[in-house]
């Protein structure tokens, strides 16, 4: 009697390999990678044309003035995210890639019409109540991330996962360019009058509901059956447990974590640092959308090109430590900017600090999932989107209060954090060992 075959544990679409049982259906070809980027791009504009506005809007609409209701509310969606992520990247280890994205892209479309509803009704409550459900649907980045994982070979990961940085990037390159143009749907774009416009809200829902069409008709599954996790309760801790039991993935998480927070630090007084009266920028609203669509063409530049060249070359790991110093040179040329209210070296500052960030996260995210077994890649991959999502809840909370103490304040503890987060990875998160098949392969010095 033949023997049951051995579980896979290595990508079931790597040449060479023999799979253990068929597809359903025709396998996900090469074009899939395509279609998820773009399915995650179209729908991340919406959010890229929103981020930039929450500020503005909730001051319209009446906030305290040391800016813990706009903390909050910027909070809000990561909140979300850091609760139902492990949930999303479970439920798709159990039925499917396809569906987790579906049902998150329908969300998506609700939320931001509502966002619309809540910017024409001046609700401030009802904006809150927007950007959770919006969190929620969000939280779906796991099971994308999960389908690069499964169509990719390990050697071609970091590229694959730097994809979706790429599409963030290109969203807030775009999404703030098509908020500029959308504030005119709703009414003048004025700096006084531009918080009254619902138009982005709208637009952000018609390009979800574009995403939503193209996941629907021309996305394919990736997870094979023999692949999927039975059996798991979907109300439990068990992606936490299988995260926090894999050698060195603790570790990296912690990193991720930590390198998150000091970007936040950044995003959260980015408007702030750029509108305020009282610094020496002074820049209109149209102003600050432009130095957004900056910020993501830099981010996209940087993970779309500079990742996918070198991580084949040099590794994640190297790459993980040169973006943690090139991040904290960003952070102190931005403190000398912010001081010295020098618009050159403010420029200078944020890409710097971007490339930076584009170098680690992506290599952090392809160290997680080479780490990890694959039946359970979707949970775990979820614990590290849903442990950003807790570093992106507290970013806001830590960076405003201190901008309002001191400008420069949020970016010298940004410092602080990154300088912990290159120690821990050092310390604990270099050495490590692939999840391959039938055994844990050490890693060679390089990645």
Known sequence: MKPPPKPLDTNPYEPGRETAEPLAG?????GSLAVIFLTVFIDLLGFGMVLPLLPVYAKSFGVDEHGWEIALLMSSFSAMTFLFSPLWGRLSDRIGRRPVLIVGLVGSVGFYLLFGVATVWRSLPLLFVARIGAGIAGATIPAAQAYIADVTTLANRAKGMAMIGAAFGLGFTFGPLLGAAALGIGGEASATQVAASPGPGYAAAGLSAVALLMAIF??????????????HSFFDLRAWRDAFTTPSVPALLAT??????SFAAFETTLSLLLSSEELPFRFSFRQVLLF??????MLSLAQGLLVRRLAPRVGEVALCLAGGIVTITGFALLMAATRGGQLWMLLVAAAVEVTGFS???????????????PAKQ????????????????????????????SPPLPYG???GIMALSLVIFSLFGRRGVDHAAGAAVELAPEH
Do not use: K, W
Request: net charge positive; glycine share 10%.
């Open 359 to 373: 170098l680690m996260n992506p290599s952090l995210q392809s160290l997680i999932s080479r780490r990890s077994d």
């Open 26 to 30: 025709p396998p996900p070809s090469r």
């Open 292 to 297: 957004f669509a900056f910020i993501g063409f």
């Open 378 to 405: 979707g949970g775990i991959l979820g614990v590290s989107q849903s442990t950003s999502s807790l570093a992106r809840v507290l970013g806001p909370l830590i960076a405003v209060p201190l901008f309002y103490v």
């Open 256 to 261: 991720a974590c930590a390198s998150v927070v």
């Open 413 to 415: 503890a940004a410092i």
């Open 218 to 231: 021309l996305l394919p599954e990736s997870l094979r059956p023999g692949s999927h996790a039975a059996g």
